[in-house]
């Protein structure tokens, strides 16, 4: 696959992503309390977060809501687990013969940890992001609302985890040769999800704010600290 079916491959399935976690092209509209409205998704959300919730000092509106918007019609768990042989339990499997209905892998739940590597000579292996808060409550490691927007927004890769190579960085970065840019998230669909409203994205994360935290390696990007 070359490079720039690779960027067609990952744009459309970060398309669906997006148009099936805000409803259709973006398009995710409030409508009060009534069937369509926020009541119904917020009371949904609660029933199918898949972990337990700390809910103390939180807003349960913006919980439920970012919990239905995470859980029932995105994918994050999917990009933001280790994998498909982890996302579920091995009994709860939904895609395998004889399982019961899913059960997710709570051990992995937006832990992070799934592998994606751009076509092209020397890039590197990226690794999806560890979601979880850490011993701060804040999400994704401890970042902050101010923080989250603007990955959301821009695509800005905080961690600087995969930089373009220079002579001083020869190491886990994106050659010269190819056309990523090393200061953004290459995987992520933050192209789709910064057109979110506010309320969207102060919803999923006050939900991400409130699953259990995952340690991860005990070295790493991958690595949080939870106590």
């Not at 009534?34 to 913006?62: S, T």
């Not at 959301?152 to 970065?173: E, K, L, Q, W, Y």
Request: glycine content about 12%; overall charge neutral; proline content about 8%.
């Amino acid at each position: 696959m070359n490079t720039a079916s690779f960027k067609g491959y990952v744009r459309a399935a970060a398309a669906l992503t997006a148009c099936a976690l805000f409803g259709g092209g973006l398009s995710y509209v409030y409508a009060g309390d009534g069937e369509d409205g926020d009541a119904a998704r917020v009371v949904r959300g609660f029933e199918i977060a898949p972990v337990p919730l700390n809910l103390r000092g939180k807003n349960r509106q913006l919980v439920g809501l970012g919990s239905y918007l995470v859980n029932a019609v995105g994918s994050c768990n999917m990009c933001h687990s280790a994998g498909p042989t982890t996302e579920f339990t091995p009994t709860g499997n939904p895609y395998y013969r004889g399982n019961l209905p899913k059960v997710v892998n709570q051990a992995t739940y937006l832990g992070g940890g799934r592998a994606f590597t751009p076509p092209g000579a020397g890039n590197p292996s990226i690794l999806s992001r560890n979601l979880t808060p850490d011993k701060s409550g804040r999400p994704a490691g401890g970042m902050s609302f101010a923080m989250f927007r603007e990955v959301m927004r821009t695509g800005v890769d905080f961690d600087h985890a995969h930089p373009n190579c220079s002579a001083t960085v020869t190491t886990n970065c994106y050659p010269a040769t190819q056309p990523y840019d090393g200061d953004l998230l290459q995987v992520m669909p933050w192209p789709e999800l910064q057109s979110l409203t506010d309320h969207d994205l102060r919803a999923i994360y006050e939900y991400l704010s409130t699953v259990p935290c995952i340690t991860g390696p005990a070295t790493g990007l991958l690595h949080n600290d939870c106590s």
